[in-house]
């Protein structure tokens, strides 16, 4: 256990509203990602920070935005969701050197 | 994703050696990783290898690298039930972002 906790671990939203996720850390780690699920893709890198307010996309970030004020807290925000965005999102932190990826407890999203 | 290849199932008899195939495309790839998720779970990091090692053995676990063929492979030794799970193979650059396969269903039967 890498201390990552996510929430919520389930929500359910309407297309249209925007939706925030949060992941939060208690071991002081620089590096932080957000990844999506979904089958036959693997994971997939949303959005990744190296520290405060350092932020960077990742390989699908089109319709998310990320925000880091605290060292401990990374947040995903969906602008306005859509049902592509259905999906399990899992938040990982950089151990290490940064090389080290330890993985939350995911959170599943449903966009109806 | 597209640049790191895996097959989708592989069934193993309880006992016998499991091994699980990876194929990756970047050269540049500097860490490899397996990872491990069972039903409903996050991921858990298996064991990784760094690009200038050919072999890592850890408890039941064997990893080798071919780096000239940029093949992986995860062995694992003595399969029980509870090694039933998905496995990701996953590269990374210096960059430190993973590149994932989609991942092997590995299903022990007695």
């Known amino acids: 256990d890498a201390g990552i906790t996510q929430s919520p671990r389930h929500k359910v939203t309407e297309t249209g509203t925007p939706v925030t996720l949060r992941c939060h850390q208690t071991e002081n780690h620089r590096y932080m990602y957000w990844y999506r699920q979904d089958p036959g893709h693997g994971l997939r890198l949303i959005h990744y920070s190296y520290g405060v307010k350092d932020t960077d996309k990742g390989e699908v970030s089109d319709g998310y935005s990320v925000s880091r004020s605290k060292t401990e807290d990374f947040l995903l925000t969906l602008e306005s969701a859509t049902s592509s965005q259905t999906s399990v999102y899992f938040c990982?932190?950089?151990?290490?050197?940064?090389?080290?990826?330890?993985f939350g407890p995911g959170t599943r999203l449903t966009v109806t | 994703g597209e640049d790191v290849e895996q097959s989708l199932f592989l069934s193993v008899r309880e006992g016998d050696s499991s091994v699980i195939n990876c194929t990756y495309t970047?050269?540049?790839?500097?860490?490899l990783y397996w990872y491990k998720q069972e039903p409903g779970a996050g991921l858990q990091l298996l064991t990784y290898i760094f690009s200038n090692m050919d072999m890592k053995q850890d408890q039941r676990l064997t990893v080798l690298l071919n780096k000239k063929d940029k093949h992986l492979s995860l062995r694992i030794a003595d399969t029980q039930t509870g090694d039933s799970a998905i496995y990701f193979c996953?590269?990374?650059?210096?960059?430190?972002?993973?590149?994932f396969g989609a991942g092997t269903t590995v299903t022990v039967r007695a």
């Open positions: 990982a932190i950089g151990a290490g050197s940064g090389y080290e990826q330890y």
């Open positions: 970047d050269s540049s790839s500097t860490y």
């Open positions: 996953a590269e990374s650059s210096d960059d430190y972002k993973l590149s």
